[in-house]
């Protein structure tokens, strides 16, 4: 993990949700007998799921390292070492994910393993689809609205934290309805996440220097559904090729973008999640752990 994580990503974040959503659900009433398993609120079970989600997530971003042998240059380093790196990416990545998956078949719950198998089809689906675009040759962008951009970013986003929040729920029996609410609270905050993420380029002052950002990212795209295709496709050329890109006017067309709608709607968007997610945890008892998730939502839709 020290490998693949640096300081500056918050390590287990996935994992820290799905207990502290198992916490604030607490037992069911048809586990009332077994709360003798439970530790701080929590089952054993559900610790496993925590564990296994973080698990599935660190192999999906060893995975991501994958380098494209084609494209590299002789800049990049000696292609052998770069082919060496990948079969150690796969092969580590391959690793904990069958680690993830031995634990999931010993909870010995059809539905959890079905719900997680789900979530890495999920992702693969997801990965594949970004990989396969960005591969393109002469691919500008995505010709995509924000509708489609939604249901991309819910595959290799925010599937597995909201299916694994459902799993937690299974776990301690509760009710679908339940299950649904944790579900929408996974879904929602992850998906508030990532427009928060999506945003730091065009919204942190404090940055002298021009932040990478991607023409796919949801400003980007909610940009050019207000300017239209053919307008986005003129703005954007002078900034496509990669050997020539010129720092000044990648910044003039990150200032085009803040100066449209794209990035005052993104924000809007983020915390119209953000208040889904906040309503799904209304659901729930009030306690530590809820006020804990409540805040994780409120770190992410403030700007």
Not at 32 to 47: A, D, K, P, T
Not at 127 to 155: H, M
Not at 194 to 200: A, R
Not at 243 to 265: D, H, M, W
């Amino acid at each position: 993990r020290g490998f693949v994580y640096d300081s500056r990503n918050n390590l287990q974040m996935r994992g820290l949700v799905v207990l502290l959503i198992s916490k604030a659900a607490g037992p069911s009433t048809a586990e009332l007998s077994f709360q003798h398993n439970m530790v701080s609120g929590i089952y054993s079970s559900q610790r496993s799921l925590a564990e296994i989600t973080e698990l599935i997530h660190t192999a999906f971003l060893v995975h991501r390292g994958i380098v494209n042998i084609g494209e590299l240059k002789s800049c990049n380093g000696p292609l052998k070492d770069m082919q060496f790196g990948n079969k150690m990416a796969i092969l580590s990545g391959d690793f904990l994910l069958a680690n993830a998956c031995t634990s999931l078949a010993q909870l010995q719950n059809t539905k959890v393993v079905e719900l997680i198998s789900s979530a890495i089809g999920d992702l693969v689906q997801g990965i594949y689809y970004e990989n396969s675009k960005s591969s393109e040759e002469n691919c500008l962008t995505d010709d995509i609205g924000i509708s489609t951009w939604k249901e991309q970013v819910f595959l290799s986003h925010s599937a597995l934290l909201a299916k694994s929040c459902q799993a937690a729920m299974e776990l301690a029996k509760h009710s679908a309805e339940i299950q649904d609410v944790a579900f929408q609270y996974g879904k929602h905050m992850s998906m508030s996440h990532k427009l928060h993420s999506d945003l730091q380029p065009f919204v942190k002052e404090s940055s002298s220097d021009t932040m990478a950002f991607s023409l796919n990212s949801a400003p980007a795209v909610l940009h050019q559904e207000f300017l239209g295709r053919e307008a986005w496709i003129k703005q954007i050329r002078p900034a496509l090729p990669k050997p020539t890109r010129c720092a000044c006017v990648f910044r003039q067309l990150q200032e085009a973008i803040k100066a449209g709608k794209g990035v005052t709607s993104a924000i809007d968007l983020c915390r119209c999640h953000g208040n889904r997610a906040l309503a799904a945890l209304e659901r729930f008892p009030p306690s530590e752990a809820r006020a804990a998730l409540a805040n994780i939502v409120y770190a992410v839709t403030r700007f």
